[in-house]
């Protein structure tokens, strides 16, 4: 069995293989790459044959989204550990070493991410995972150095080892064996699933760790127009499913109670607005959560209180306290 396989799953995106698998190939000698296409219609496979023979190619006959297609892909390789790198990440010099020699010194580690900054603007932490992920009491997610749309200036503020809530799906390093087990949920399809594995992975009694060692460039979909309808109700449906499956139970309804109101509140904000699209998003990932509530989605038998969920509102501090850095939170 092989060290470490790096995973990329590659959907119509043809364009970030060309200008991003280089680097990977550079600084990841001696390990395997992996290019999982999630049916892509594009020419993303004729590429890959053409030009990079020695990459390893899984064709997956239709798009899974994240969740499924990575589950499918991620069954078909052998490694102690597996690297799940977007297509749109341009890796550096000495990004892998660093995370494995931590990984290796300390069995209870089964997730990690490296540090997270942005590739067009690099000088700044990005959106999906910067120093590493966390969440407020109520699910909504925030990192060290980025709090909802503002991303901090990296300073070596965040040049340090330490456990984290949530790793990035952006480029998380994890134990196959675990992510066997444990597996993305399917029915996330996007968005939040990683959060939702690192939380049963949390459950499970294992640690993730943020590895300021490592540095990699997200291009990332927080760069996406404002209004995307499609990603609005995958965010919002997916964040009350991940409290409902992983909350304990004596904090259960009290808390999907008060995210209900919050998010509508930003469904009113959001028609006020003029985002008419975004906030009937927010009504039909209600209703679709309630859906899959009614016919029984599963709890995780082992929920139960854990470490870095923040005792707070991220919401009050950040709107209404102006808190907008992770230090401002302390």
């Not at 000698?29 to 990079?52: G, R, T």
């Not at 939380?199 to 640690?207: L, Y």
């Not at 990603?231 to 808390?255: C, E, H, Q």
């Not at 906030?279 to 899959?292: D, G, L, R, V």
Request: net charge neutral; with cysteine; hydrophobic share 40%.
């Amino acid at each position: 069995m092989t060290k470490l396989a790096i995973v990329i799953l590659n959907y119509n995106g043809r364009g970030f293989l060309e200008k991003f698998l280089p680097s990977v190939v550079k600084y990841s000698q001696n390990h395997e790459i992996w290019i999982a296409d999630n049916a892509s219609s594009d020419d993303s496979v004729w590429f890959l044959k053409s030009n990079y023979p020695s990459v390893k190619l899984i064709q997956i006959p239709t798009n899974q989204g994240f969740a499924g297609g990575y589950n499918t892909a991620l069954n078909q390789i052998k490694a102690e550990y597996f690297v799940l790198l977007n297509s749109d990440v341009e890796v550096s010099e000495n990004w892998i070493e660093p995370v494995v020699k931590l990984m290796d010194s300390d069995k209870t580690i089964v997730a990690c991410q490296p540090k997270i900054r942005s590739y067009h603007k690099p000088e700044l932490f990005e959106y999906a995972g910067a120093a590493g992920g966390f969440i407020d009491k109520y699910g909504y997610p925030f990192c060290r150095g980025r709090i909802f749309d503002t991303c901090e200036i990296d300073l070596g503020q965040y040049d340090d080892n330490i456990e984290i809530f949530w790793a990035t799906g952006a480029c998380m390093f994890i134990r196959s064996d675990i992510f066997k087990e444990l597996r993305f949920d399917d029915d996330f399809f996007a968005h939040m699933e990683e959060i939702d594995l690192c939380w049963r992975i949390k459950n499970a009694g294992h640690r993730i760790v943020y590895c300021s060692d490592s540095v990699v460039y997200h291009v990332g979909g927080g760069t996406l127009q404002k209004s995307n309808p499609r990603k609005t109700f995958l965010n919002y449906r997916n964040g009350l499913a991940l409290l409902y499956k992983n909350l304990p139970a004596n904090k259960l309804f009290s808390t999907i109670f008060i995210r209900l109101v919050l998010d509508g509140i930003s469904g009113i904000k959001l028609f006020l607005d003029g985002s008419f699209a975004d906030t009937w998003a927010i009504i039909k990932a209600h209703f679709a959560f309630y859906a899959w509530v009614f016919r029984g989605i599963s709890r995780n038998k082992n929920a139960q209180e854990v470490g870095q969920i923040f005792d707070l509102s991220i919401v009050w501090r950040y709107f209404v306290k102006k808190q907008k850095k992770f230090t401002d939170l302390e």
